[in-house]
Nanobody
Framework: QVQLVESGGGSVQSGGSLRLSCAASGRIFRINDMGWYRQAPGKQRELVADITISGRTSYQEFAKGRFTISRDNAKNTVYLQLNSLKPEDTAAYYC?????????????WGKGILVNVSS
């Protein structure tokens, strides 16, 4: 089993920044993709960004130019730098990892961390 612990959320004013972290622990044989989703009140969960094991990144349109995803493979940790935050970025942010090999490969999810952006 793999456990994910997120940190770094909180409340900021519009234009502010936060850095989210998500550390994976447990029986980890291999971590493939890592990423972040978010879910705003009353809305469906949506992908924010993801990063492959080789470091290739992809972002949703709303995240481009403001958010940066990175990972530290030695620490089994994925980060999400949130800059120029807007009130519409207010949501619970969830990290995930695609871990394992072959038939044992699956996604693991964190419990979520709140980001609140006030105007």
């Amino acid at each position: 089993q793999v456990q994910l612990v997120e940190s770094g959320g909180g409340s900021v004013q519009s234009g502010g920044s936060l850095r989210l972290s998500c550390a994976a622990s447990g029986r980890i044989f291999r971590i493939n993709d890592m990423g972040w989703y978010r879910q705003a009140p009353g809305k469906q969960r949506e992908l924010v960004a993801d990063i492959t094991i080789s470091g290739r990144t992809s972002y949703q349109e709303f995240a481009k130019g403001r958010f940066t995803i990175s990972r530290d493979n030695a620490k089994n940790t994925v980060y999400l730098q949130l800059n120029s935050l807007k009130p519409e970025d207010t949501a619970a942010y969830y990290c995930y990892v695609d871990a394992g090999l072959g038939h044992a490969r699956r996604d693991y999810w964190g419990k979520g961390i709140l980001v609140n952006v006030s105007s």
